[in-house]
């Protein structure tokens, strides 16, 4: 079974070519000083995102298989969202639609109050907080200002600060974790860890910053680089054409005392150990090894996004 309202998230056409860092950067900080949400709008795409590939898990009674003992995690049943929590998301719209059209009518739930202006007091309710200013157009712009700075002297210097009730926990790196919800999307929907890789590799090595690896490599004229044990091993197993990845068989004369070849001058077959075949094991574990970290790292974040903690790593119970 399949995953169709989660998709594996892509790197934007215009970040990977047309814009550079610097750019990329000034666009993200002149929307955030936009912005009226504790944290950036594409960690609200995060958050939304998790919750997602859990509402469409728990529809599809799909689960997850955690350490070593490989015990599965069905969600709605070992691992239960909290839709108390979560009441005012409305749940069935942040499973079927986007997340732009799904914040659009949300946003209010994240975001500061605004400051309103009104030319009548109709709708006024009182509140401790609130301060209500009557103003006079008539006397120029620059007056008004100044009498609404002496208005509110009083509250210069106050450490007041007003959180939304679904309040983000800790830093949280964008790129990192859209790997790895990409990462846990692909693997439920079955597919093949090189493929996944293949997929993902540009975030892969933008994240795990080969060049400071632990293999050294020679380059000649390019001078000495390092990098990480993956790059290097998938290197070495691209330069392996299918039959030297594959299993190679040697015939293996003697009395052979079991199965069909039983008999004096039979033979059996030997797998040899040849270099590719090496290479292809040690690239192969490696990679699975570096997809299941970043399998449980994505378990323990769902984990607390069920419970209605984002983002925060919360182990399972035993």
Not at 23 to 39: G, H, S, V, W
Not at 64 to 85: A, C, M, N
Not at 147 to 160: A, C, P, Q
Request: net charge positive; charged share 35%.
């Amino acid at each position: 079974m399949k995953l169709t309202y989660n998709k594996p998230v892509s790197v934007r056409t215009n970040y990977k070519v047309k814009k550079s860092r610097e750019q990329i950067a000034n666009k993200r900080d002149l929307q955030r000083n936009n912005e009226r949400t504790q944290k950036p709008l594409r960690i609200y795409f995060l958050w939304f995102l998790n919750l997602k590939l859990l509402l469409e898990m728990e529809e599809k009674k799909m689960c997850f298989t955690i350490g070593k003992s490989r015990k599965e995690i069905y969600i709605g049943k070992d691992l239960t969202i909290d839709k108390v929590y979560y009441r005012d998301w409305d749940l069935d719209q942040v499973l079927e639609l986007s997340f732009s059209k799904w914040w659009n009518t949300h946003k209010n739930l994240f975001q500061k109050p605004m400051t309103e202006f009104s030319e009548t007091t109709k709708g006024w309710n009182p509140k401790p907080y609130y301060r209500y200013i009557q103003v006079d157009t008539r006397i120029g712009l620059r007056s008004i200002i100044r009498d609404v700075r002496t208005g509110l002297s009083d509250i210069v210097g106050e450490s007041i600060e007003l959180n939304s009730k679904y309040k983000v926990f800790g830093d949280v790196h964008y790129d990192n974790e859209i790997l790895r919800y990409n990462v846990i999307v692909r693997i439920l929907n079955g597919e093949e860890d090189v493929d996944i890789l293949e997929c993902e590799k540009s975030r892969m090595k933008k994240i795990e910053k080969s060049n400071r690896g632990s293999i050294g490599v020679d380059e000649g004229s390019k001078g000495f680089k390092r990098e990480s044990l993956l790059w290097n091993l998938e290197k070495q197993w691209k330069k392996l054409n299918p039959e030297e990845r594959g299993i190679q068989n040697t015939k293996v004369y003697g009395e052979v005392h079991r199965g069909i070849n039983a008999g004096l001058g039979k033979y059996s077959l030997k797998v040899k150990k040849t270099h590719g075949r090496k290479i292809n094991m040690e690239f192969r574990s490696r990679l699975r090894m570096e997809l299941s970290r970043y399998t449980k790292q994505s378990q323990l974040i769902l984990n607390g996004v069920s419970q209605g903690n984002y983002r925060k790593s919360t182990e399972f119970s035993k």
